[in-house]
């Protein structure tokens, strides 16, 4: 009776079921009875039989995909949002298929996500900012570690956009003001000293009138770049005979 039932199965069943292609990008496995045939199916045709055997094939070509934006926790506390590229192959279709459930891109994905935030957690915002390609190729060795049983190869995961929240742009921006007025203020200093050399130079070659005339004109210079102030010159002769009037007054 059951073998009446298989023949006319298999004279019913059209002759292109009994035959599969594998494309020159695929692998495949297949199934007997759900046990497993260890020897992987190469590109080319083959024959399996029907209602007792499948086939299941993997697409083994390069895939890159986008981890959607995280939100995200850095060492020194900082809530940052990033997103990250990933770039992963099949090495075997073995491992890939009996080790990994049907929803395997989200398995990855999830897998990916996880990664990023444990790493990002040990470094504080700065750290981030400066060292994307030391996180990059540490999450790309940790992910490989964590799937190899899944028959699965990363070729790299990046970083590839980190957002701030408002509180954090405007904090980074007044850090970035703070720090340009400083230098400002170094360069200014190292200005002053080096004008003072030259005019300590020149008061050798002069008399100190004529050195402090040279200083009062360079400040006076200074002055008049800003267009709202009045310049009041006092000779230097008129000053010093105030000042010894004013020591004589105190005297008596």
């Avoid at 297949?30 to 086939?55: A, D, Y």
């Avoid at 990933?86 to 491992?95: L, P, R």
């Avoid at 790493?119 to 964590?146: A, F, G, H, P």
């Avoid at 004529?210 to 002055?223: D, F, K, P, S």
Wanted: include cysteine.
């Amino acid at each position: 009776m059951s073998i009446n039932i298989c023949r006319k199965l298999l004279t019913s069943t059209s002759p292109r079921r009994f035959f599969r292609i594998v494309d020159q990008y695929d692998r495949g496995l297949r199934f007997t009875l759900g046990k497993l045939h260890r020897k992987e199916l190469t590109p080319g045709i083959w024959f399996f039989v029907p209602f007792v055997q499948s086939i299941c094939i993997v697409d083994t070509r390069t895939k890159v995909w986008l981890l959607s934006q995280q939100s995200m926790i850095t060492r020194d506390s900082v809530k940052i949002g990033i997103d990250a590229i990933v770039q992963s192959k099949v090495i075997s279709s073995t491992d890939y298929i009996t080790n990994l459930a049907p929803d395997r891109q989200h398995a990855i994905t999830k897998r990916s996500e996880a990664e990023l935030r444990e790493i990002i957690s040990s470094y504080t915002l700065n750290e981030v900012l400066e060292k994307k390609d030391q996180i990059n190729s540490k999450l790309s060795e940790n992910m490989r570690d964590r799937i190899k049983d899944w028959g699965i190869h990363v070729d790299s995961i990046k970083i590839n956009n980190i957002v701030f929240d408002d509180s954090v742009v405007r904090a980074m921006a007044a850090k970035a003001e703070a720090e340009r007025l400083a230098e400002a203020k170094i360069i200014s200093a190292e200005a002053d000293v080096k004008v003072s050399s030259l005019f300590n130079k020149a008061s050798k070659e002069m008399d100190n009138e004529n050195a402090m005339t040279l200083r009062q004109m360079e400040l006076i210079n200074r002055v008049a770049t800003e267009k709202n102030n009045t310049i009041i010159l006092f000779p230097t002769s008129a000053l010093d005979s105030l000042v010894k009037q004013c020591s004589v007054q105190q005297a008596k």
